[in-house]
């Protein structure tokens, strides 16, 4: 079926999230379907999308998954994502309204948990922990998240400013909350911090991850499928965005 982009889009509140939701949802799902195809997310039973954003990543893991629930703090994000699945009849998968260090699962529940560009919004030690918890043995864990070059980048040159957000802004907040979050152990819910790659590698093998992969993102699988990354490896001579897959 044809989604009709424009439509969904005036739907939402803000122009941040109304060109959000254009540019994720243009991008043909081929190019979400190759990434997951190539860290292992396919033919799998129960699946978390956690933090799913408008559904672009959730659709493509319902078409290659048996079963897919996506979880997101904004309900405006949950309430489009569900009329996308409407519209496009996928009937395998469920959204439901929840921060991920607080979801309402159990142990051992889920076969793979995916989580692309949403961590560093969260309280992440905890919600690593959590994701632990509900992945069965043996199940995969893959994450993309920023590291400090990605900020540095968004406080000198901008990226997808809208007249209701600024990229330098929330860069400069970034570098506060991190702070913050490091030396004190507070965070403030959707406030985004660094997660350095080294740190966030020694805080998953404590958990009890074990991690398969890491690299640039776009780089798990791209000799197979030739991937394009979405993101630079490097800002400034200094770490970007970066990807992790691991299993429990």
């Avoid at 993102?217 to 970007?240: A, R, T, V, W």
Wanted: charged share 20%; net charge negative; proline share 3%.
């Amino acid at each position: 079926m044809f989604l009709e982009v424009d439509t969904i889009k005036r739907t939402l509140s803000t122009k941040n999230s109304q060109s959000f939701f254009e540019r994720v949802w243009l991008t043909p799902q081929a190019v979400y379907q190759t990434r997951l195809k190539a860290i292992g997310f396919e033919g799998l039973g129960h699946v978390l999308d956690a933090g799913s954003g408008f559904g672009q990543w959730s659709v493509s893991l319902a078409n290659l998954n048996t079963t897919v629930i996506g979880i997101d703090q904004s309900m405006e994000r949950i309430c489009a994502s569900q009329l996308v699945a409407h519209t496009l009849g996928i009937r395998n998968l469920t959204f439901l309204q929840s921060a991920l260090e607080d979801m309402p699962f159990s142990g051992d529940t889920f076969d793979g948990v995916f989580s692309y560009s949403v961590l560093y919004l969260t309280d992440y030690r905890k919600a690593l922990r959590k994701l632990y918890e509900i992945l069965k043995p043996g199940g995969l864990f893959y994450f993309n998240t920023n590291g400090i070059g990605w900020y540095v980048y968004n406080l000198i040159e901008g990226h997808n400013d809208a007249e209701d957000f600024s990229s330098r802004q929330m860069a400069i907040s970034a570098f506060e909350n991190s702070l913050r979050y490091y030396s004190l152990g507070e965070h403030l819910p959707g406030k985004s911090i660094i997660m350095p790659k080294a740190v966030v590698l020694k805080d998953l093998q404590e958990i009890g991850f074990e991690v398969i992969a890491s690299g640039p993102d776009g780089s798990i699988g791209h000799e197979k499928y030739g991937i394009k990354p979405f993101y630079e490896e490097m800002k400034y001579g200094l770490e970007s965005v970066y990807e992790v897959l691991c299993k429990k």
